[in-house]
């Protein structure tokens, strides 16, 4: 899971403040739909999944990059002094010093912990349902149970891919933040590595080294991260590189957890056609030097007989002259 950086400076958020103030009145909805905030689209696609039409969403950090960079805007402020719940991790440093300057009243929902695996995803749902129903009145309930037998169906049809592919044979160097659902899909972690910023010269030799001693097949890095380590990494071992994402609406066929998790199995899992594919075209090229080298072997041994053939003729006619 992605780190936040510490909160704004005080004088940003008053600034901030300041600007939001002279924003335009944004009029109310019809029916006066509860406003809820999320700070990023893994909370955010939850609530609109389960909730829909019943309330109105802002999600504050684009899901394209590491919520460790966002930097707080004045629309930010105006959305959470409006808002009668406010979802977080609690790893969003900026989210204190914002709220207080906003003078907002919502309460702060806080659900933090993984959310790459199955076992995430249903622990996201029910805490969000949860806070949905006590806190604002709404029953989801049949919403949360049609998803949680989706996802339960979706993890089932997962497992079963990543055995038949043989998914625990591989070797796998993996960006921290993508740890959890690549071990869950049964690849072997041989090595891992965190944030690129935070990762030396020393310590990438460390996972060259790893790598090449054993046998890894597939670098994964966080998109969210920065992908440039992880593709200079397979570069230098020869291995695959693959791309995941750890925050739902980047792609638009990911906008829940679900659709989230099923993506990023495609992704890791067709790793493996092209890792065959590599394997197959390693296997013509010893074949073909075989039979070079074969080829070799038999003209000389052509040669060879050539010249034994010419020596016994030329030995015949002196012996019959």
């Known amino acids: 899971m992605v780190l936040l950086r510490g909160a704004a400076p005080p004088i940003i958020i008053l600034i901030l403040l300041v600007l939001a103030s002279w924003l335009p009145a944004i009029q109310p909805v ?25 309330v109105e969403v ?31 991790h609690g790893m ?11 003078g907002s009243s919502a309460e702060l929902i806080k659900i933090s912990g993984g959310w790459s695996t199955p076992n995430g995803v249903r ?13 604002l009145g709404l029953d989801v309930s049949a919403r949360l149970e049609q998803r949680l037998m989706e996802l339960d169906e979706a993890a089932r049809r997962i497992m079963n891919e990543a055995g038949n592919r043989g998914a625990s044979s591989i070797n796998v160097i993996v960006m921290e933040w ?11 972690i041989a090595g891992s590595f965190g944030p690129p910023e935070k990762v030396s010269s020393a310590d990438v030799e460390k996972l060259v080294k790893i790598g090449r001693e054993n046998d890894v097949a597939v670098v994964v890095s966080n998109l969210q991260s ?33 659709d989230l998790m099923r993506r990023n199995a495609e992704k890791l899992l067709s790793s493996l056609d092209v890792l065959e594919v590599r394997r197959d075209l390693s ?22 007989e050539s010249i034994i053939l010419a020596y016994v003729l030329v030995v015949r006619r002196w012996r019959k002259a």
């Not at 019809?30 to 019943?54: F, H, N, Y």
């Not at 993508?178 to 072997?188: H, M, P, S, T």
Request: charged share 20%.
């Open 92 to 102: 969003e440093g900026w989210l204190s010093q914002l709220y207080e300057a906003s």
């Open 226 to 258: 920065g992908i440039e380590l992880g593709e200079n990494l397979a570069g230098m071992i020869g291995a695959v590189h693959v791309v995941l994402s750890n925050f739902p609406g980047v792609e638009p066929e990911t906008k829940t957890l679900i």
């Open 178 to 188: 993508q740890r959890d659902f690549v071990e869950w899909l049964g690849f072997k």
């Open 123 to 135: 622990r996201y749902y029910e805490e969000v349902a949860g806070a949905l129903s006590s806190r």
């Open 283 to 304: 296997r013509a090229r010893a074949e073909a030097e075989f039979y070079r080298a074969l080829s070799y072997c038999l003209a000389a041994v052509a040669a060879a």
């Open 58 to 88: 802002i999600i504050l950090v684009s899901p394209t990059i590491c919520p460790a960079h966002y930097d707080v805007k004045p629309s930010d402020v105006y959305a959470i002094s409006r808002a009668k719940l406010i979802f977080y």
């Open 30 to 54: 019809a029916g006066e739909k509860p406003l809820v905030v999320a700070t990023t689209s893994v909370l955010g696609s939850v609530i609109e999944d389960l909730a829909g039409d019943d």
